[in-house]
Nanobody
Framework: VQLVESGGGLVQAGGSLRLSCTAS????????IGWFRQAPGKKREGISC????????YYAASVRGRFTISRDNVKNTVDLHMERVLPEDTGVYYC???????????????WGQGTQVTVSA
């Protein structure tokens, strides 16, 4: 499985940004895509995940109501739509793939290289 993130950059607080995860190489129909982020000096945290078979989603409390995860069937990506971003949303964002639906980093075997998101105050 290969994963590539795109869409990171600099955004002002209160603004919006869309991250995309292009994933390929799945050998099973049922899998999960998770978005994780690592802020400077902090541990990596799971912020959202999406399940392929039914589109179930999960959001961490820190992003619930502001971020939306969805699949774009035209682009064949799983996107993270970030709205009303805050300076504390700054970090490196990773997408990852797992065979089990989980918000735990331990469940994910495949990772992208990460994309930087910086939110200015």
């Amino acid at each position: 499985v290969q994963l590539v993130e795109s869409g990171g950059g600099l955004v002002q607080a209160g603004g919006s940004l869309r991250l995309s995860c292009t994933a390929s190489g799945f050998t099973r129909r049922n899998y999960a895509i998770g978005w994780f982020r690592q802020a400077p000096g902090k541990k990596r945290e799971g912020i959202s995940c999406w399940r392929s078979n039914d589109g179930a989603t999960y959001y961490a409390a820190s992003v619930r109501g502001r971020f939306t995860i969805s699949r774009d069937n035209v682009k064949n990506t799983v996107d993270l739509h970030m709205e009303r971003v805050l300076p504390e949303d700054t970090g490196v964002y990773y997408c990852a793939a797992a065979w089990a639906y989980s918000n735990s980093e331990a469940a994910y075997d495949y990772w992208g290289q990460g994309t930087q998101v910086t939110v200015s105050a």
